[in-house]
T-cell receptor
């Protein structure tokens, strides 16, 4: 069965610094991968997705992620974080044939220091 | 643009009571899902539906039931609530098809407390 691991429960970054959130997946076939962001008290918003083609994908809010098949990773990056980026970030992989939704990691809580 | 509407936003419920969380989408997506979110556990799939008239069990289906009478509505019912069902519940939808990436669109969530 597919699974997603986000090794970091919490990450603290200074405003203006670069960010990398780690995500590792376990899936037998070519994965469809997603990053979602959740602000406090809100639902989840899609940041970006990968399903084929260029392994570096661009998303909203200045985020990007790189798919590395050899490392089974799909890490999320941003060159310079803003205080408004403080949120919970979830990595997800499409389950099976896709009909039964996405499998999510447990999330990484991002704290921005002034 | 409403997208997905969930109700109620928040509810406190006595153990043993029956509760239905409502979910309506206006995007004509064929697939719908219910997840629960718990601190430290992320989002776990409760039930899903690929099309009206069909439903399936997710990772944590026990104590929950769903129905999909039409494309737009996907209610989640707790027949007899227990404290372990205290959680935030998210409804989601997807225009799932063989060639689609399976991106999910989420509602704002329903916070349920069972005492």
């Amino acid at each position: 069965a597919q699974s997603v691991t986000q090794p970091d429960i919490h990450i603290t970054v200074s405003e203006g610094a670069s960010l990398e959130l780690r995500c590792n997946y376990s899936y037998g076939a070519t994965p469809y991968l997603f990053w979602y962001v959740q602000s406090p008290g809100q639902g989840l918003q899609l940041l970006l997705k990968y399903f084929s083609g260029d392994t570096l994908v661009q998303g909203i809010k200045g985020f990007e992620a790189e798919f590395k098949r050899s490392q089974s990773s799909f890490n999320l990056r941003k060159p310079s974080v803003h205080w408004s980026d403080a949120a919970e970030y979830f990595c997800a992989v499409r389950s099976g044939g896709g009909a039964d939704g996405l499998t999510f990691g447990k999330g990484t809580h991002l704290i921005i220091q002034p | 643009i409403a997208g997905i509407t969930q109700a109620p936003t928040s509810q406190i419920l006595a153990a043993g009571r029956r509760m239905t969380l409502r979910c309506t989408q206006d995007m004509r997506h064929n697939a719908m899902y219910w997840y629960r979110q718990d601190l430290g556990l992320g989002l776990r799939l409760i039930h899903y539906s690929n099309t009206a008239g069909t439903t399936g069990k997710g990772e944590v289906p026990d104590g929950y039931s769903v129905s999909r009478a039409n494309t737009d509505d996907f209610p989640l019912t707790l027949a007899s609530a227990v404290p372990s069902q205290t959680s935030v519940y998210f409804c989601a939808s997807s225009a799932f098809s063989g060639s689609n990436t399976g991106e999910l669109f989420f509602g704002e969530g329903s916070r349920l407390t069972v005492l």
